[in-house]
């Protein structure tokens, strides 16, 4: 057992056994960790704002590397509440998290993707368009699955010279040069190849505000979607309840 003092993101938390509960934290100092909370589901238990998902808390927590984990003390817990009064918020903050939870195995040490999660819902929490968020998310978050695309620079000739297409056989984009090879080009509006660009490189804590128009926007779903289905085979409840959400919005 080690003792570890940590700030944490609650990633979900479900029932155990009757009145316990079990909570998936993202540290930033000892990666996921599972965490049992004696107790926690029962109807006297004081802290359920620490165990909320997407709650923000100082802990100190005994980790074992078989067996349960546990809380020894916690502060400071941080509730988003924009987020949690909207649904729409909520849906894409909850779909980060869950791809938090697939992208890196429990307690691997990643203090960059731990500040860039807490950084994107603070982002979203302050009013940040919640969707573009989600795509520079999801795009740099795409490294932790293995997968390295290059939006930057022509793959055959080096040139950074747009308009661009995607090349699924080259994993990255093409100047309009190449675009006579066999390829595999996704055809792709080169101004949302431009924008892929610009997520897979952006920083979050210097972002202010980018603004794109909704029709943009969808362009830019339906390609990250099919690099997803190509490269990265996830099937997330959370993600099928955004793509739900836009239909009863479009
Ligand atoms: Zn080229």
């Not at 056989?169 to 431009?194: F, I, R, S, T």
């Not at 972002?207 to 690099?227: G, S, V, Y």
């Amino acid at each position: 057992m080690k003792e570890v003092e940590t700030l944490g993101i609650v990633l979900y938390n479900r029932d155990y056994k009757e009145k316990d509960k079990l909570v998936k934290l993202f540290t930033a100092k000892a990666g996921k960790q599972m965490i049992f909370i004696k107790g926690g589901n029962g109807q006297r238990f004081q802290s359920k704002d620490m165990i909320q998902p997407m709650s923000v808390s100082q802990f100190v927590l005994n980790l074992n590397d078989q067996g349960l984990s546990f809380i020894r003390t916690h502060s400071d817990t941080k509730i988003f509440r924009q987020i949690q009064s909207d649904i729409f918020l909520t849906a894409y903050v909850t779909y980060m998290l869950n791809l938090v939870d697939m992208a890196i195995e429990d307690r691997i040490h990643d203090q960059p993707l731990f500040s860039f999660l807490l950084e994107s819902i603070n982002l979203v929490e302050r009013g940040m368009d919640a969707e573009v968020v989600t795509f520079i998310f999801e795009i740099q978050i795409l490294s932790r699955f293995g997968v390295y695309l290059d939006f930057e620079q022509c793959q055959i000739c080096g040139k950074i010279a747009q308009p661009f297409d995607f090349s699924w056989a080259l994993q990255g984009v093409v100047c309009q040069n190449h675009q006579e090879q066999n390829l595999n080009l996704a055809k792709e509006d080169p101004n949302v190849l431009y924008f892929l660009g610009l997520f897979s490189k952006v920083d979050l804590v210097l972002l202010n505000e980018i603004k794109i128009k909704p029709d943009m926007k969808r362009k830019i779903r339906i390609l990250i979607d099919l690099i997803y289905t190509e490269y990265v085979g996830l099937n997330l409840k959370s993600k099928k309840f955004i793509d739900h959400m836009n239909d009863w919005l479009s």
